[in-house]
């Protein structure tokens, strides 16, 4: 607010100069602003020195990669676009960005300001375009207003709930004060006293904008601010649990944020001892032997359920809106976000308690709670822990008995190429899934953004460089983001691209086939994808046919061996066939 008055003041003080003094000397205005004239500053020689930059082939790439950086580090991810269209191309992978709750910073360039509405490449007003989408926006229009705008909005970006933020960075402002006034619009041999007096306001545009541009400013972290539950929110969520008999935890990506650390949250649900389903991002929380964990059979286990604790979850399409819930059923919500805490609350489901606050330090402060109660889940709920792990064995059994069945096309089963890959995939593998059929149990997000790959796994390749990272795409995904291997390839970051490829947009045709008895604009070709991406110089594998489990294991073992070795990206090409197990899957 300060920043903002002091310019506010300045303003009306040029203009009133201008109103007794039409010709205003440039002696005067480098001696009335603070301006280091000589200096070849503008803070793009630091980048290289201090920051990884890695470059992709799409803008909006570039952000679906700061979304998974943020993600991943539970901390801000950034991305840097070019104008106008650079900005319009980070729509979506924005939108995601927001609807999955990332603490993302997208900056953008712009028209310099004194050209700003007067016809310049790509000049077009960018903030309302993507206003809806972000928690803070800003222009910079002052050098030195640069660093008190960022620190601004790092904070604002992860505090409460946290989502983007958006800086629009003018041209002029990125250069040096002798570049600026050597491509500023200066009249030659100015002649009237209304040419006379736009030079000199040009003269006086320049001045304000680096005046204090290399003061010294405050660079520490401004702090961020994290809702967190009363002792009395958790007193009563406390008393609904340990009158519990059949209680559930469904855990969102919200749970996985800062400031509880992975592990500390792992112990605190193992502690609590609740039956646990996972969802978004807290998948692979508590490792694959987890005797909590519960992957099937989720929509029973709701509807019998006598205690619900939404921790970060939301009533959204991926909880049927709240609408499975039996009415009997003490529902307990805890977010950060009042609107997400109580979507579709009152019209399809109702809560015993609701807690707008971090989740992981409310589940924190709930387990030490119930530890004084002397409250052990396990040991409580034991009969209802033993009756969900028999569904599960059962439900797994029924799954495994379709890796039997042949496709009518003569295509690989999709389970048996899954079930490979599951015996696989490095155990600290990061997955990213990238298409609604194929995945089966994986989503992008709320969103359910088709295109995310790519931009996902570069993301989780710069945060974690050693460990193996797949992407999992659909044939129709795969067309949205393939190009970025040649990222991958340039920046040596070797990731696995395997494509499940039915040559068809399946979950579209599997609902409008039947309804409309048309398969328009559903079907693909057997694209040989693998020699596209080959091209751009990955290593690639071609599998289709009738094969087993341990032919795929054995085919794939071979490939990814030898891309860990030569340190190169791999893209394997599935032509999949056509079955059932996948039926009734599509959410809307």
């Known amino acids: 607010m300060f920043l903002t008055f002091y310019r506010q003041t300045l303003n009306k003080c040029a203009k009133n100069y201008f109103k007794t003094n039409l010709i205003l000397n440039s002696k005067y205005s480098s001696t009335t602003f603070n301006i280091d004239k000589e200096s070849k500053r503008h803070g793009g020689e630091l980048v290289a020195s201090v920051l990884k930059i890695y470059d992709t082939r799409h803008e909006v790439n570039a952000v679906f990669a700061a979304d998974a950086v943020a993600r991943l580090r539970q901390h801000i991810g950034v991305?840097?676009?070019?104008?106008?269209?650079?900005?319009?191309?980070?729509?979506?992978?924005?939108?995601?960005?927001?609807?999955?709750?990332?603490?993302?910073?997208?900056?953008?360039?712009?028209?310099?300001?004194?050209?700003?509405?007067?016809?310049?490449?790509?000049?077009?007003?960018?903030?309302?375009?993507?206003?809806?989408?972000?928690?803070?926006?800003?222009?910079?229009?002052?050098?030195?207003?640069i660093v008190p705008t960022l620190r601004e909005a790092i904070s604002i970006s992860q505090s409460g709930?946290?989502?983007?933020?958006?800086?629009?960075?003018?041209?002029?402002?990125?250069?040096?004060?002798?570049?600026?006034?050597?491509?500023?619009?200066?009249?030659?041999?100015?002649?009237?006293?209304?040419?006379?007096?736009?030079?000199?306001?040009?003269?006086?545009?320049?001045?304000?904008?680096?005046?204090?541009?290399?003061?010294?400013?405050?660079?520490?972290?401004?702090?961020?601010?994290?809702?967190?539950?009363?002792?009395?929110?958790?007193?009563?969520?406390?008393?609904?649990?340990?009158?519990?008999?059949?209680?559930?935890?469904?855990?969102?990506?919200?749970?996985?944020?800062?400031?509880?650390?992975?592990?500390?949250?792992?112990?605190?649900?193992?502690?609590?001892?609740?039956?646990?389903?996972?969802?978004?991002?807290?998948?692979?929380?508590?490792?694959?032997n987890s005797p909590l964990q519960m992957r099937q059979n989720r929509k029973i286990a709701i509807k019998e359920a006598d205690v619900i604790i939404l921790a970060g979850a939301v009533c959204d399409f991926r909880l049927t809106y709240g609408k499975g819930f039996s009415p009997e059923t003490k529902v307990i919500s805890i977010n950060r976000s009042q609107e997400q805490m109580l979507k579709n609350h009152g019209v399809f489901w109702n809560s015993a308690a609701t807690i707008q606050a971090d989740v992981g330090l409310t589940l924190l402060e709930l387990q030490n709670h119930m530890k004084e109660?002397?409250?052990?889940?396990?040991?409580?709920?034991?009969?209802?822990?033993?009756?969900?792990?028999?569904?599960?064995?059962?439900?797994?059994?029924?799954?495994?008995?379709?890796?039997?069945?042949?496709?009518?096309?003569?295509?690989?089963?999709?389970?048996?190429?899954?079930?490979?890959?599951?015996?696989?995939?490095?155990?600290?593998?990061?997955?990213?899934?990238?298409?609604?059929?194929?995945?089966?149990?994986?989503?992008?997000?709320?969103?359910?953004?088709?295109?995310?790959?790519?931009?996902?796994?570069?993301?989780?390749?710069?945060?974690?460089?050693?460990?193996?990272?797949?992407?999992?795409?659909?044939?129709?995904?795969?067309?949205?983001?393939?190009?970025?291997?040649?990222?991958?390839?340039?920046?040596?970051?070797?990731?696995v691209g395997i494509i499940g490829n039915d040559a068809c947009w399946t979950q579209i045709a599997r609902e409008q086939v039947p309804h409309f008895k048309s398969a328009v604009a559903c079907d693909l070709d057997y694209t040989h994808y693998e020699d596209a991406a080959k091209a751009l110089g990955t290593q690639s594998l071609f599998l289709d046919g009738d094969m087993d489990v341990k032919q795929v294991r054995e085919a794939l073992t071979q490939v990814m061996a030898r891309s860990r070795t030569e340190k190169q990206s791999l893209v394997v090409n599935v032509l999949i066939g056509k079955t059932n197990f996948r039926e009734g899957s599509i959410s809307v």
């Open 373 to 495: 109660r002397k409250w052990r889940g396990s040991e409580k709920c034991r009969e209802w822990i033993e009756k969900l792990r028999e569904m599960e064995i059962k439900k797994e059994e029924d799954t495994a008995k379709k890796l039997a069945q042949k496709p009518d096309d003569g295509h690989m089963n999709p389970l048996v190429l899954l079930t490979a890959m599951d015996e696989v995939i490095p155990k600290d593998a990061i997955l990213v899934a990238d298409g609604g059929d194929f995945v089966g149990r994986l989503d992008p997000g709320t969103f359910g953004t088709l295109g995310v790959g790519a931009g996902f796994a570069l993301g989780a390749k710069a945060v974690y460089p050693e460990r193996t990272v797949v992407i999992i795409y659909g044939d129709g995904s795969a067309g949205y983001s393939l190009m970025e291997f040649d990222t991958f390839v340039r920046h040596k970051l070797p990731v």
């Open 79 to 145: 991305a840097a676009v070019t104008s106008g269209p650079g900005v319009t191309n980070t729509i979506t992978s924005l939108k995601n960005a927001q609807l999955a709750e990332s603490p993302v910073i997208l900056l953008a360039g712009a028209a310099p300001t004194l050209m700003k509405g007067k016809g310049a490449l790509q000049d077009i007003d960018q903030i309302p375009i993507i206003q809806s989408m972000c928690k803070f926006t800003a222009r910079i229009t002052n050098v030195e207003d």
């Open 161 to 288: 709930t946290s989502g983007p933020v958006f800086i629009e960075f003018p041209l002029d402002v990125l250069q040096t004060y002798q570049e600026v006034l050597r491509d500023a619009s200066f009249i030659k041999n100015p002649d009237t006293q209304e040419k006379k007096k736009f030079d000199e306001s040009v003269h006086q545009h320049i001045s304000r904008q680096f005046h204090n541009a290399w003061s010294q400013k405050e660079f520490g972290p401004l702090p961020v601010t994290i809702p967190k539950p009363s002792t009395e929110e958790i007193t009563k969520v406390a008393d609904i649990l340990e009158n519990a008999k059949r209680p559930l935890l469904l855990m969102g990506s919200q749970s996985t944020l800062p400031p509880l650390k992975s592990d500390q949250l792992v112990q605190t649900v193992n502690n609590l001892g609740i039956p646990t389903y996972l969802g978004g991002m807290s998948r692979g929380l508590l490792g694959t």
